[in-house]
């Protein structure tokens, strides 16, 4: 048995010691944050509304290793994807006729904070299985 010990005080020491995980580890923690991208980008594209297509299509997501890191990225290049997330105010005609609100759509925040806390516990995971001794929660 190992006598590693790896203490993370909150969600950014975490991060630090992710990043500085061995070489034989940048792969396994390559797939899971692999598959959590991908699960991200499924679930919001899935999240979107039927009438959305520019919304659905403009959902990319990417995974890059450099060196020792693993990056994941989820976006939504859409132009109006910000408005459908948030929402807008009510907008009114020079004459004053109401044009309505739009109403959040919350769809793409929601997934990506579930997909990463559920990525951060698959990685601690992966270094409990070799050896590391993880505290605290994420």
Do not use: W
Not at 39 to 53: C, E
Request: hydrophobic share 40%.
């Amino acid at each position: 048995m190992s006598h590693n010990r790896l203490t993370c005080d909150g969600l950014a020491d975490l991060r630090a010691a992710l990043r500085a995980l061995p070489a034989d580890l940048t792969g396994e923690a390559g797939h899971i944050v692999e598959s959590a991208v991908n699960g991200a980008a499924l679930t919001i594209r899935a999240g979107y509304p039927a009438r959305t297509g520019t919304l659905r299509d403009s959902v990319t997501g990417e995974t890059t290793t450099s060196g020792f890191a693993v990056h994941g990225l989820v976006k939504n290049s859409a132009k109006h994807a910000y408005l459908f997330e948030h929402g807008t105010q009510a907008r009114h005609t020079a004459l004053g006729a109401n044009r309505g609100t739009a109403p959040p759509g919350h769809v793409f925040v929601p997934v990506i904070l579930q997909r990463r806390r559920a990525m951060y516990e698959e990685l601690k995971d992966l270094l409990t299985r070799h050896g590391l001794l993880v505290s605290g929660d994420v």
